[in-house]
């Protein structure tokens, strides 16, 4: 009954290193979400993408980068990670019906630079 | 710019009591969701509150939603360990993009 996966629970990488984050859904949303997390602050919106091949900035959208090629796979890369994206960072997709339900989340993929 | 704020951020109690988590924000908005979070695990969707006035319960959680104050609450009666968890409130901004509260560590301590 998985709706929305993300492909890595954990992942460590070095710095400077370009690192790709996958986040796939099987509902057939059209809105999709990249979030992090961080202690205190909440969760943090990155880049959204209401359509395929259509992407928009979040409010922390610098050294990220986002692609949607299918509609239900969207992409964030890390085009050269430091230390300070060492986060736990979370996928969501929503229906372009905004309906009670909301934005289904996947399980978080926590990334660890060094 | 929209912002949303909970208090208390952490929140220690005893089995049995009662509390309440409050959800602050500065702009307004017609739609306002909870979120549970398990240490470890995704968001899961708790209430979503859609006009003033509007309340919903489900077990020992009951939300309530005043958007004149706009201002939620998330009350818990007779806590119980299994509610143990961080709780985040969330305000719709625009077009479908939610805008969190920092989230609400909750221990319940037997």
């Known amino acids: 009954d998985v709706k929305v996966t993300q492909s890595s629970r954990y992942l460590v990488k070095r710095t400077g290193e370009k690192v790709f984050l996958e986040c796939v859904q099987d509902?057939?949303?059209?809105?999709m979400f990249w979030y992090r997390q961080d202690p205190g602050l909440g969760l943090r919106l990155i880049y959204f993408s209401y359509d395929v091949k259509m992407k928009e900035k979040g409010d922390i959208p610098e050294g990220y980068s986002v692609s949607r090629e299918k509609k239900e796979r969207f992409s964030l890369i890390l085009e050269s990670a430091s230390t300070n994206q060492t986060s736990m960072y979370l996928c969501?997709?929503?229906?372009?019906?905004?309906?009670?339900?909301?934005?289904?989340f996947g399980s978080g993929t926590r990334l660890t630079v060094v | 710019e929209l912002k949303v704020e909970q208090n208390p951020l952490f929140l220690s109690m005893q089995e049995g009591k009662n509390y309440t988590i409050y959800c602050n924000y500065s702009t307004t908005s017609d739609r306002l969701y909870w979120y549970r979070q398990d240490p470890g695990k995704s968001l899961e969707s708790l209430f979503v509150l859609l006009s003033n006035g509007a309340v919903k319960q489900e077990g020992r959680l009951m939300a309530s939603l005043d958007t004149k104050a706009r201002l939620s609450t998330l009350h818990i009666t007779a806590a119980v360990h299994d509610l143990s968890a961080t709780y985040f409130c969330a305000v719709i901004r625009g077009a479908q993009k939610l805008v969190f509260g920092q989230g609400t560590r909750l221990t319940i301590n037997p």
């Open positions: 969501a997709s929503s229906p372009s019906s905004w309906g009670e339900d909301g934005y289904t």
């Open positions: 509902m057939d949303h059209e809105n």
